[in-house]
């Protein structure tokens, strides 16, 4: 079953936000990743503050999402990310009913 990660992503600093997409992106493909959503425009219909920026990323297995995140790899991302950018990052496993 696919799992993806939706993340709201809101930049602090553009040239560490550039770096940490690129690193982040590669690590991505490593671990069968693939972007379904990358910061395209989004406005609130219902309830809640104005969104952020939205990324969402598709992985085959909430178990291949989980490695990629632990990965030593998407750890270099990581460091790159404390000073680069906020955000709300939510794991969900699932697909379209059957």
Known sequence: ??????????MRDAAGFET?????????????????VR?????????GPPPKAIVVVEFPTMERLREWYASPEYAE????????L???LIFVEGGAPA
């Open 86 to 88: 906020d955000r709300r």
């Open 39 to 47: 910061g395209g425009a989004a406005s609130v219909v219902e309830g």
């Open 1 to 10: 079953m696919p799992a993806y990660v939706i993340s709201e992503v809101e």
């Open 20 to 36: 940490y997409r690129s690193i982040a992106a590669q690590t991505i493909a490593q671990y069968d990743g693939r972007y379904l």
């Open 77 to 84: 991302a990581l460091k790159v990310r404390q000073s680069a």
